[in-house]
């Protein structure tokens, strides 16, 4: 089976669509930044390492500190799909990371995003 083509895409180039996103809707990179903080693990600067180094997404999760344990309590809809329900581990992260932005973008708390 081929592998989906966004395995192979840049971090930097998906994290400046998320940017674009929420700035459209009123929010800000640092939301966005906070919310991959969470789920991935990545600080500030590792954050900036990987955008500046183009990494793709599928060694983006590879290399995530520390992948987040409640990433399990994002549920619902994304591009028609549950992303509970996705079988393919790295598609799962990368559908919860658009939730997440999702959510940012539609202005819900931040509590609520990282589920506190």
């Excluded at 840049?10 to 459209?24: C, G, M, N, T, W």
């Excluded at 329900?85 to 932005?101: G, S």
């Excluded at 973008?105 to 990282?114: E, N, P, V, Y």
Aim: with cysteine.
């Amino acid at each position: 089976m081929t592998e989906h083509r966004i395995f192979g895409t840049s971090f930097a180039a998906i994290h400046a669509l998320y940017v674009k996103k929420v700035e459209r809707k009123g929010h800000s990179e640092a939301e966005v930044d906070q919310v991959v903080e969470w789920l991935t693990g990545y600080d500030q600067a590792g954050l900036e390492r990987v955008i500046a180094e183009e990494v793709d997404l599928r060694t983006f999760f590879a290399q995530a500190p520390a992948f987040n344990p409640n990433a399990t309590l994002i549920t619902g809809l994304i591009c028609g799909i549950r992303v509970e329900e996705i079988d393919d581990p790295l598609m799962q992260r990368i559908r919860y990371l658009d939730k997440l932005v999702d959510e940012v973008a539609r202005g819900k708390k931040m509590a609520s995003i990282l589920r506190a």
